[in-house]
């Protein structure tokens, strides 16, 4: 019997979709990649109604009991994917221990999620700051210890989405929102670590040792369109808003839900035809 955490996999309709060993981005460890085809071939397309599911999910697969905390919608590159954040494997015959050893595992997990306002309080101040500066409208956020499915372990960090109204009207304005955003955080006070999502995760503020939380941001604007993924539609829809002077969470919440509304049509077949778009991330 072993525990495997956050595996995610593949599950979109569209055609040149890779396979869990080709989406080489994700991982090279065999042993989760021949996991994520296994959970791939037992869901293989993210919907809203197996998002609306929270039970545990069970299935067999040749002399192989896996048993794992609900799948909930997440995103590969340009795909739709699934995520569950605790998997036991098991033989048939240890289904009881198994059973046992999940529940186990759920209970430390939903311990760490119950930390959640406490944790959030190390970068309150900070959301304020940014908000009082004019750089943010909305906090929102998501991620395994937002979703209702999600159960998060020792080293994963916390999503935060920063809601913009308005896109700035030029690169160069741009560029200055974003470092004035970063300058905020990399100089906030209080021991936590920070990554600013882009196009490349950096991070942007260091925390005194390894055991201490981790903040990722990301920046969105209202004209987010997305690329038509039902990953960016639930997310926006879902998202819990986080409550700081001047950023009820109810509005924060609002703006989110305006943005959902604009996601586009998924055109990515045609994108990739035109060359506008890669199957594969570029290195």
């Keep these: 019997m072993r525990i495997v955490r956050g595996i995610n996999w593949i599950a979109d309709s569209i055609p040149v979709a890779p396979s869990e060993s080709e989406a080489k981005w994700v991982t090279t460890n065999q042993r989760r990649v021949w996991l994520a085809g296994l959970m791939r071939r037992e869901y293989p397309l993210s919907t809203p109604a197996l998002a609306r599911g929270s039970s545990d999910i069970s299935f067999t697969s040749g002399d192989t009991l896996v048993l794992a905390t609900h799948p909930r919608p997440y995103e590969q590159w340009i795909y739709d ?79 935060i989405i920063l809601l ?73 829809r879902t998202c819990v808003g986080i409550e700081a002077a001047g950023m009820p969470s109810a509005r924060s919440e609002k703006l989110a839900l305006e943005m959902a509304r604009r996601i586009c049509a998924d055109e990515r077949e045609r994108l990739i035809k035109d060359g506008k778009m890669s199957i594969f991330p570029k290195r």
């Design 81 to 159: 994917s699934l995520k569950s954040d605790i998997i036991v494997v098991a033989k048939p015959s240890e289904m009881q221990a198994a059973e046992a050893r999940l529940e186990k595992e759920k209970a430390l997990a939903l311990q760490r999620k119950a930390q959640l306002n406490i944790k959030l309080g190390q970068i309150i101040a900070t959301l304020s700051e940014l908000h009082s500066k004019g750089l943010i409208d909305a906090a929102v956020g998501r991620g395994s210890y937002f979703d209702r499915n999600g159960y998060p372990s020792r080293r994963d960090d916390i999503d």
């Design 164 to 236: 913009k109204d308005k896109r700035p009207d030029s690169p160069e304005r741009l560029r200055s929102l974003k470092k004035d955003i970063k300058r905020v955080i990399a100089g906030a006070k209080g021991n936590f670590g920070a990554n600013l999502v882009d196009f490349n995760e950096r991070t942007i503020k260091r925390a005194s040792d390894s055991s201490t939380q981790m903040f990722s941001f990301i920046l969105l604007f209202t004209e987010y369109r997305g690329l038509g993924l039902y990953y960016e539609k639930y997310v926006l």
